[in-house]
């Protein structure tokens, strides 16, 4: 078991996946629920994250007790092996009555619907002990600028947060923004669009943010300042760590393994911030669809192990040579230093 210092970790059992990508079916057998937990316990994680239907699947057609207690049983199995749940997100985007959006979809009903299913959740994370409710606004957008009233939208989207802040007064809402796919124009679609609508709702202090290293690089963003500014404003409320090769697809790679400089300064901005004490680090990978089912657990092993590995060599850079440096204007010095550092040369 690899050693996670004092940081801990979470996945969700949608990255142990059967390998389908939007042009190919199916190519791993289904992993049952009980082996996803085995893994999360025997790699050294402390924790699942879930989706509303993760945990109790097939909620729909169940009463609200029976929700409930299923979300129960699930809790004490995974306290059974040792775990916990990081947070639980509502899974609108699966459901037909979401093909819109749900929060902003252009009939009241599913509006009202999609805002009741988020109630539900937020019952199912006190169910199991968790006060993070997350929520990745998958299919809040648009295809087209014209389909929706985007400021209408916007107020759509505060009358939900409210709506789910005012159901629980423990719960804390953490939005993961994405700027597209599935939709093409989302809305939120950075941490500052996040932020800056915490402050619209009735309990600004319970809303924060979730960032996601894939969904900042998609942004044309950087994510180790991303992160930066949800950590100094005590926003950053999880992350997903991951990686991403340019502007394409969603690609949900291993944690570091297409910019290891990048990712060094995502885990340097974690650790100064202390982010160890304050939150968990959540890997949300996919298993590349080449990768063989006995095989088919690494991504999820890998990237914790990136993020170790990483974390030591942020612990053992000089912190003299890094303060003399940043001061002595030769900045090309410090670069090469990093390199030299990070390569062990
Ligand atoms: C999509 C995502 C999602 C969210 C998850 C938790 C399926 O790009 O990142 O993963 O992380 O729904 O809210
Ligand atoms: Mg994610």
Redesign the pocket.
Known sequence: MTKNSDYRFSF?P?TIHEGSDPFGPTVRPTVESASKLKTCKEAGFDAM?L?DDDAVPGLDSMSASAVLAEAKQYKTMLADNGLVVEMV?PRLWEDARGIDGGFTSRDPKVRQWAIDRSRQCVDICRAMETDLF?L?LAREGTYMREAKNSIDSHRYLIEAFNAILEHDPQIRIAI?P?PNEPMDHAYLPTIGHVLAIAHQTVDPARVGGLI?IA?SLLAGLDPADDLAFALQANKLWSV?LNDQNGLKY?QDKTFGSSNLRSAFNQVRVLEKAGFASTGMLAV?VKAMRTQKAEFATQHLINSKRMFMHLVEKVRSLDPELERQLTVSGNDEAVEMAILEHLMGV
Do not use: L, P, Q, R
Request: charged share 35%; proline share 0%; net charge negative.
């Open positions: 969700g949608w994250m989706h997100a997350v990745w993961e994405k996601e969904h997903h969603d949300d």
